[in-house]
Each structure stands twice: as C-alpha cells, then as structure tokens.
C-alpha cells in the first residue's frame, strides 16, 4: 500500500464569497479568496478589443461559472492588457478538460 503524502491531494470544500459572504463556492485549499460569479460579473463584461483574445475568451458563460481559474485569467487579461504564453496555454487545455467532461 502506497501512502501520498498530505500535501500532494488536493482537498476540495465550499466556503462563503469573501464579498457578499451569501454564495458557497468550491475551494481548493491553495486558493487564499473565494470569490462567487454573482461579485465577479460585472468584471467578466468588460469590452475586449483585441480579435484573438476575443475568439479565445468567447465560450459559454457556464464554464466561467463552474471554474475561477477561468475567470481569473479573463480577469487578469482584462486588468493587465495582455497574457503570458503558459496563461494562454493552460486557459485552452481547462477550456477542452471541460468540454471533453460534458
């Protein structure tokens, strides 16, 4: 029998949206804010400009809904301006995890 060590599984609980402090989300346990869609809406909505970003941002609003990451990456491309090679990377394989799911 093969024992992991404590800090190779990931552990999965809900927690309380550190903004409205009403929505449980699903937290892993290296995420330090649990913020819920509802309060992260009206960043999600900002216009996008550039025509590649807008093709790799445009998937259903479910999957933002189920998955931060995904939401964090829209959130930091919309803050910073642009997004690093690997963030692009790692947005377009957890976009196919999803769809290979459904």
């Known amino acids: 029998m093969v024992f992991l060590p404590y800090y190779i599984m990931a552990f999965n609980f809900k927690s309380r949206c550190v ?28 216009k996008i400009n550039d025509p590649s970003m807008k093709k790799l941002f445009n998937i259903p609003e479910d999957y933002y809904k189920e998955n931060s990451f995904l939401r964090n990456i829209k959130i930091n491309y919309l803050r910073y301006g642009k997004l690093s090679d690997k963030q692009i990377e790692a947005f377009k394989k957890t976009v196919n995890k999803i769809k290979s799911d459904k």
């Open 19 to 46: 903004v409205c402090k009403n929505n449980y989300i699903i937290v892993t346990a290296g995420q330090k804010y649990a913020v819920c869609y509802d309060c992260q809406k009206k960043e999600l909505e900002q």
